[in-house]
């Protein structure tokens, strides 16, 4: 079963992306050269999660609780596949050069300072960190990081995740492994919100009128906005709990063959710059907007 996505069904995705928000096309390059990485790096690695007995999964789903919590990744194998990337960001961009020395001493410095095994936390953290210390942005280290920690995880979680029973869900986070998600859908057929989990891919119905994140169901505090000229991204967002997270409206563009929900996010950080900017937090507390561009954005409209 192939586990991650293939370089040519990325490409494609990042084409169809082009077209819809016409915001990639500088990046494409560098984002298909990291999954090239990815792809190479999983070839020869075979060990899953063992899945637990199909009733004891259930019996968890039923009780409101995810079937892993906090998965964890082995700290030694997470850096060594990130300076396999920062190869590959050196490969193609010389100009780079300083960009990624900083980046190799923070992960030295991150692998020894951390315990054997990481979690999400620990990751959010080590983006903190690389954030302050100028080595790289949020939407470089919430690409880099978040894709590399993500494909451990389904790796690992690969024979579980087909197996969750996700139509006994009633929560917000992942039904798989607990995490709150960045992004959903609008299914075309039925106008269903899907929400995805950003690690390892699960993707659960959640009610339409409902907030994910606080469970507040008051329509009157909760909302959408679109971008003038083009409906396939929502920022939904709550005033309970003042978070947002994205919804990708299928019902706009041709994705009969499927459809790559974290290609669509990553040619829509824009919206969460605005989202950031109306003064709603990722629920998801995955930081993608750099400061830089909502300074910009601040100055521009006062
Ligand atoms: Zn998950
Ligand atoms: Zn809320």
């Not at 596949?81 to 960009?99: G, K, V």
């Not at 994205?246 to 499927?258: N, P, Q, S, T, V």
Request: proline share 4%.
């Amino acid at each position: 079963m192939p586990v991650l996505d293939s370089v040519e069904s990325v490409e494609k995705e990042l084409a169809r992306c082009n077209l819809i928000y016409k915001s990639l096309d500088a990046t494409s390059p560098f984002i298909s050269a990291v999954h090239r990485v990815m792809n190479d790096y999983f070839q020869d690695r075979s060990t899953t999660t063992p899945v637990p007995p199909p009733a004891e999964i259930a019996a968890r789903i039923r009780s409101g609780r995810s079937v892993v919590t906090e998965p964890a990744v082995e700290t030694k194998q997470f850096v060594g596949l990130l300076d396999q990337i920062a190869d590959e960001i050196l490969a193609a961009n010389a100009e780079l050069d300083d960009t990624v020395k900083s980046f190799r001493d923070e992960t030295a410095r991150f692998l020894s300072a951390s315990p054997a095994e990481i979690g999400v936390k620990d990751v959010l953290g080590f983006q903190r960190r690389l954030t302050r210390e100028g080595s790289l942005e949020n939407d470089l280290a919430s690409f880099v990081l978040g894709s590399a920690f993500s494909a451990f995880v389904r790796h690992d979680l690969s024979a579980l995740i087909d197996s969750v029973p996700t139509d006994l869900w009633e929560g917000g986070a992942c039904p798989t492994c607990g995490t709150k998600p960045h992004f959903g859908l609008l299914r075309r057929e039925d106008n269903a919100k899907i929400l995805e989990c950003w690690l390892c891919r699960t993707r659960f119905e959640h009610t339409r009128i409902k907030c994910p994140f606080c469970d507040n169901e008051d329509q009157a505090h909760m909302g959408f906005f679109t971008v003038e000229g083009s409906d396939a991204c929502r920022v939904n967002f709550c005033r309970a709990c003042s978070r947002y997270y994205k919804i990708f409206d299928l019902r706009e563009f041709d994705a009969d063959d499927g459809v790559n929900l974290t290609i669509h996010n990553l040619a829509t950080l824009s919206y969460d710059v605005l989202a950031r900017h109306e003064g709603f937090s990722p629920g998801s507390e995955l930081e993608w907007v750099n400061t830089s561009e909502l300074d910009n954005l601040e100055q521009e409209v006062g």
